[in-house]
């Protein structure tokens, strides 16, 4: 069988191959408890529900606009005044199928084969295999610190006559970090100065806590929009935990916008019109979930953290927001896919390995499932990871013995 060059260079999605993990352990009784999550566990807001209900009960589901139907956009538009006090026309607007999409489809709007893009690692696991599809070359940048953070300096040394664009997700997936505004205006300013893409992947920008603030990258840009490089992305997904309805959206000049959907209508026609209602729901709804949400998982990240410290040897850089921490378990393993593979095996817990985010000998840990899931999964890792354990653990009526050391 021939397979095509770019075939054979993507893997799979590690975080969707766990949940599949997950769910097929929970089918055969196993007490998993899934710590590689990558979705809020909240329901869907009810006037998402009540809204593509409604365009349900009509019987007719037909094809919409491949850039997405006029009150989606108008629900976008409003979006984006309230968040990046800019005020944008329909033509500035694609909805997408997810934000996964709408990244996907800016870089193919942009990037031509051997042509780099740059991301700050850690990273979101999609971005390389994205950059990828498109024929070009993902180009991580390493903080030279050590940290999370990266410093602009980082970012300018890696650019180069083939730099595409630069991909931006802060508050970021898997760290939970933050980068100031001092950086993002610094990125703005960098990307006008030389003439790159910005794309900005701003999908977790209302989960932060501690009181932060929302960032608004486009405050820095000194380019009417139209001459702006800048591509601000956002959805449904996380916020108003609507992850399987799969709508995201782009924002752009107008003949970037063009450009891509035109690539999107040859693709997928655009989102389901009855997603995209369910979206409308949720952006014009009642907004209170996303509070509530945010307080729950900054209540829930303070809970992993305190659990976290009682391990000897685990570093952890507490998050600013997201669900999810990276966490630097390599005093015990420095393999990070056999400590995830260890710990499935052992005390059936599930976690992301690092090294798919370009993080060696860390594990990604999400917390945005329940109390008890977070007590129990970080209780039940220390067992199988502290060599001064008992050396019995009981999950429910099931006794596990500590044989490894
Ligand atoms: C950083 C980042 N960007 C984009 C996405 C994709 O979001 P969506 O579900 O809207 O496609 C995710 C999902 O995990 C993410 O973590």
Not at 8 to 25: D, Y
Not at 84 to 109: D, H
């Amino acid at each position: 069988m021939s397979i095509s060059q770019i075939g054979r260079s993507i893997k799979a999605s590690p975080t969707l191959a766990l949940n599949e993990k997950a769910a097929i352990l929970r089918q055969k009784g196993d007490p998993v408890i899934h710590l590689g999550g990558g979705e809020p566990k909240s329901k869907a807001p009810l006037d998402a529900i009540v809204a593509a209900a409604a365009h349900l009960n009509s019987g007719e589901i037909r094809y919409a606009p491949a850039d997405g139907i006029p009150d989606l956009k108008k629900a976008i538009i409003r979006y984006t005044e309230e968040n990046y006090g800019r005020m944008v026309a329909p033509e500035n607007v694609m909805a997408s199928g997810g934000a996964k999409q709408a990244i996907m489809v800016a870089l193919q709007a942009i990037v031509n084969p051997q042509e780099e893009v740059i991301f700050p690692s850690p990273y979101w696991v999609s971005y390389p295999d994205m950059v990828k599809l498109c024929g070009g070359i993902p180009v991580p940048v390493v903080p030279e610190d050590g940290t999370f953070y990266p410093r602009i300096e980082d970012i300018e040394q890696r650019i180069g006559s083939y730099t595409k664009a630069i991909i931006i997700n802060s508050p970021n997936n898997p760290s939970g970090a933050m980068y100031s505004e001092e950086f993002i205006a610094a990125v703005v300013e960098l990307c006008e100065k030389r003439d790159i893409y910005l794309i900005m992947d701003d999908i977790y920008h209302k989960l932060i806590f501690d009181g932060r603030k929302q960032i608004n990258p486009l405050k820095y840009s000194k380019k009417p929009l139209e001459e702006s490089n800048m591509i601000l992305i956002n959805g449904v997904s996380k916020a108003y935990a609507m992850t399987g309805f799969r709508i995201g959206w782009a924002v752009a000049n107008r003949k970037l916008i063009e450009v891509m959907t035109n690539i999107q209508g040859h693709q997928t026609s655009g989102p389901s019109v009855l997603l995209q209602k369910a979206a409308v729901g949720a952006l014009n709804g009642i907004q209170s979930g996303i509070e509530n949400l945010r307080v729950t998982l900054e209540n829930n990240r303070n809970i992993m953290m305190a659990r976290l410290k009682s391990f000897n040897g685990v570093h952890v850089t507490v998050p600013d927001g997201t669900f999810y921490c990276l966490a630097d378990f390599s005093n015990y393993e420095k393999s990070s896919h056999k400590l995830s593979a260890m710990l499935i095996d052992k005390v059936q817990v599930l976690t992301v390995p690092g090294v798919e985010f370009g993080m060696e000998g860390h594990l990604r840990l999400s917390y945005c499932g329940s109390v008890k899931d977070i007590t129990e999964g970080i209780e039940r890792m220390k067992w199988a990871l502290d060599p001064n354990s008992p050396n019995e653990l009981y999950i429910g009526d099931r006794k596990l013995v500590r044989d490894w050391s």
